[in-house]
Structures are given as C-alpha cells and as structure tokens.
C-alpha cells in the first residue's frame, strides 16, 4: 500500500514503515513531490485535447536548503496539446507556466510551438526532445509533453475506439500500438481477435 504519512516539525510530512521488495526500509523524511495530472476531452471530429498539470512541491527553495516553514510549490506548469485523428497529429500546442523558481523560465515557452505537426508515432520521445529538449526549452516542460503522448493515444482510443472500424488493423491510430508492448504484439491473442 501507499507509505503511512506522520507530521513533523514545520508541517513536513515523513514516510515510515515502507518496505521495499529488498527488505529494506525507506524511512525518511519527505522533501520533495512530483505530481502530474492528465485528462483527455473529446472535441468532436476525430480530435482530442489532451492537458496536462505539474507540480513540484519541495520542502525548501532556499539556496541553503533549509526548511522555509512548510511546502514551497517550485513548478506549477500546464501543457495542451490538440491533436487531431485519426493520424494524431499535433494541431496546436499551449503551455503556461504559473508558478515558476526563476523569472526567465517563460522565455522557455516559444519553444513549444514546435511541436505542432508532429505525428505521435514511433520516435515521438526522440523528436520532442530534440525539438524542445536541453537548453531549446524547460526541462520540466519537456518531461510533461513527453508524458502527454502516450496519455493522447489512450484519449483518442477512449474517444474513438468503440467506433465502427476502429479495431481494424487498417485504422492508422491502431496500427501504431502493434507491437508497442506485450499485450499488443502482432502475433498476440489480444491482436488476432
């Protein structure tokens, strides 16, 4: 299960009692969270606007390190992308970045306008980061996007995929997850039926 969470002094939570599959404990005290949130919204047309939500929460942001007296929120960041079937392709692309730990993070944010045209295919990792990775953009940014292809592929199956055509192995939306993991390898029992 999830670890039991304790107060501690400045409202810090602390793990305790987790054990690994090595047997070892992972007590400790927290100092950092990393949640991301994702949902998909069917526009209609064959398009899906997928939105995805980060937010780093630390212990401390001070250069020293030191607890400044409760949670710091570091990054709050937000990624759109709208993308159009059934090729999913990138049709526009969004992000804003409303809690930020430095003021020249934003001039980050152009960068991301690259991504529209891009085919959510086989090398999608590759051709994200190299469009928008490294110092082209936000790291943090870039790791949501990255994030946000797959979850696009399960939007638009959610949407789409219970349609009239949608299992065939013709439809280009489900032609690129054959052979994406176990489950939909093309010799498998999930892929013939």
Request: glycine share 10%; hydrophobic share 35%; aromatic share 6%.
């Amino acid at each position: 299960g999830w670890p039991k969470l304790r107060e501690s002094k400045g409202g810090i939570e602390k793990y305790e009692g987790v054990k690994l599959a090595t047997n070892k404990s992972r007590d400790g005290k927290w100092v950092h969270t990393r949640k991301i949130e994702i949902n998909t919204f069917d526009l209609g047309d064959h398009q899906v606007l997928i939105e995805g939500k980060l937010a780093d929460t630390r212990t401390s942001h001070s250069p020293s390190g030191e607890p400044e007296g409760g949670p710091v929120l570091v990054h709050h960041l937000t990624a759109r992308l709208w993308v159009q079937g059934p090729d999913l392709t990138i049709s526009a692309v969004e992000a804003e970045m409303p809690t930020i730990p430095r003021e020249i993070c934003p001039q980050a944010l152009p960068a991301v306008q690259k991504l529209v045209g891009l085919k959510i295919i086989t090398g999608f990792t590759q051709k994200v980061k190299d469009l928008i990775g490294d110092v082209k953009g936000c790291s943090h940014l870039t790791n949501l996007f990255l994030t946000l292809g797959p979850v696009a592929v399960q939007g638009y199956f959610a949407a789409y995929g219970r349609r009239p055509g949608a299992r065939s192995l013709d439809n280009p939306s489900l032609s690129r997850v054959i052979d994406s993991c176990h489950v939909w390898r093309k010799d498998g029992p999930h892929v013939k039926s």
